[in-house]
């Protein structure tokens, strides 16, 4: 077999569902060094934010969250993303997520259903 017909050498998993009344493409991809999630109801990547657990002292974890590019003033995007880094955290595992949210609609609605389906889809 040639490397251009390989199987994708990350294990992933993608899925299509409708959220809210739009047609939502999500990719899930687990790597050695990070999770990555792309949601997209627009066909392409849209703001992209990185989230990882702090490592401390602390009884009590805390969790980093910050945009690398796109929409830097919607609070909701960066709440998803903390959502999913405390499930990731919550079930063990230490690695950072780089969340990409190409979405039409940015209602509270739309980021559960997002949440939802990753976490039932999860490779974590």
């Known amino acids: 077999m040639d490397a251009s017909s390989a199987p994708f050498p990350v294990r992933h998993k993608k899925l299509s569902l409708d959220i809210q009344g739009n047609k939502t493409d999500i990719v899930i991809c687990s790597y050695d060094d990070h999770f990555l999630v792309i949601a997209t109801q627009i066909g392409s990547m849209g703001t992209t934010l ?17 945009v690398i590019f796109g929409k830097r003033d919607e609070p909701i995007l960066v709440a ?22 190409g979405l039409k609609d940015h209602s509270v609605g739309t980021l559960k259903g997002v949440v ?4 039932a889809n999860r490779l974590w």
């Open 116 to 119: 939802t389906a990753v976490i």
């Open 50 to 66: 990185r989230a990882r657990k702090e490592e401390g002292v602390s009884i009590h974890p805390t969790f980093c969250v910050s």
């Open 80 to 101: 998803c993303a903390r959502q999913l880094i405390e499930h990731i955290s919550n079930c063990g595992s230490s690695l950072p997520l780089v969340l990409s949210l």
